[in-house]
């Protein structure tokens, strides 16, 4: 069970990681007009949904996995990481899907400007999230 849980853990975490590492360069490409909007949007999308069912994945799995193997003996550094994917989540859902919502509205409407601010705010907020993970995985290593 516990390897089991282990392996679950990994793979979602890696491709919640994973996942998003296309998408700046996908939202640049887009703002200058190289790709079409559509395809654009819908691969966005696409990336959203796989980023709420890998992060919430990640964490399931990880609380799992603590519990499966006592959590009392789990190390600080786990916890410390836990934390920061429940912060990257919440980033996630209460600043970055927001701004995904108006980029894809200034998209939609043909709207470069606003396109272009929605894309770039997104992209830093993907890098927030990708620091964090980063940091969550360095504590989950380090800390068990």
Avoid: C
Wanted: glycine letters at 14%; zero cysteines; a positive charge.
């Amino acid at each position: 069970m516990v390897v089991a849980l282990t392996v679950l853990h990994i793979a979602l975490a890696a491709a919640w990681f994973g996942h998003k590492l296309l998408v700046p360069a996908d939202i640049k490409a887009s703002i200058r007009g190289e790709t079409a909007p559509g395809p654009f949007l819908g691969r966005l999308q696409r990336a959203e949904r796989v980023g709420q069912v890998t992060g919430l994945g990640t964490l399931l799995a990880g609380m799992g996995l603590a519990f499966a193997v006592d959590a009392s003996t789990v190390g600080y550094g786990v916890w410390i990481g836990a934390t920061l994917v429940v912060a990257t989540i919440v980033i996630g859902a209460v600043f970055a899907r927001p701004v995904s919502k108006r980029l894809e509205a200034a998209v939609t409407s043909g709207d470069r400007v606003a396109a272009t601010v929605a894309g770039q705010r997104l992209n830093r907020l993907l890098g927030v999230e990708s620091l964090l993970w980063l940091g969550a995985l360095t504590g989950m290593v380090l800390g068990s």
